[in-house]
């Protein structure tokens, strides 16, 4: 399995955008590999399903990185879409590039989310958490904002640091992605965001774990 996007929405005190990774090390949803590309669609499919689910009437999207996922959302389910991630000139020449009705983007930082609390229908972190310095942090920000629904998703461990090492990547680092400070397996990953709400759905396209989590 190839890196997954290394975006980040949130940093620890005292550290700039220029001290933290942003952006894609593989675009992954870009990639012509065959395999990449099966994994990726499940990938979609499956988030897809969730957001159907929560049917958002409005969506912030914490980490957005170069606002791929932000795009597609505001284009397949018609709602505002916010993207938010750390102030990068790469990413803001990215951002300019997208377009779709009700699509925005903003700087920020994803340990304070710079929204009033209950600002959108929705929260998304996408292949976020595990780059941030405090995901509980980030979470607890994603619930203030958010009315209604949490959407994660994190690559899931320790599968994920397996398959690298099959294919002969970061094997110095026990097949540990550059930028993954924080690992779950499905379990563990779940039970952190019961802390925040109700897990109503979990979904295991290979290698991740993603779920909607219905606050209140």
């Known amino acids: ?5 290394t975006h980040l929405s949130g940093r ?3 550290l700039s955008a220029s001290d933290v990774p942003t952006g894609n090390t593989f675009d992954k949803y870009g990639s012509r590999n065959p395999l990449v ?10 988030l897809d399903e ?6 958002p009437q409005s ?6 990185g170069e606002g791929i996922l932000s795009e597609r959302i505001a284009r397949r389910f018609g709602c505002p879409v916010v993207g938010l991630d750390l102030d990068d000139p790469k990413l803001r020449e990215h951002w300019r590039q997208r377009s779709a009705p009700r699509l925005e983007f903003v700087a920020g930082d994803g340990h304070e989310l710079p929204f009033a609390d209950d600002s959108f229908d929705c929260a998304a972190a996408i292949e976020v ?3 941030v310095p405090d995901p509980r942090k980030t979470l607890a920000e994603m619930r203030r904002v958010a009315r209604r629904y949490i959407v994660c998703s994190v690559p899931r461990e320790p599968l994920w640091r ?10 110095r680092e026990l097949g ?5 400070i924080n690992h779950w397996s499905k379990r563990s990953f779940i039970a952190l965001l019961s802390r925040y709400g109700t897990v109503e759905e979990v979904r295991t396209p290979l290698p991740w774990t993603m779920a909607l989590v219905r606050i209140g």
């Open 129 to 131: 958490l595990e780059h």
């Open 176 to 180: 540990n992605t550059p930028g993954h």
């Open 37 to 46: 590309r099966r994994l990726v669609s499940a990938f979609e499919r499956d």
């Open 12 to 14: 620890s005190s005292g």
């Open 50 to 55: 969730l957001l159907r689910r929560a049917d």
């Open 1 to 5: 399995m190839r890196e997954t996007q």
């Open 162 to 171: 397996i398959l690298n090492m099959m294919r002969g990547a970061y094997l």
């Open 59 to 64: 969506l912030v999207d914490v980490g957005c």
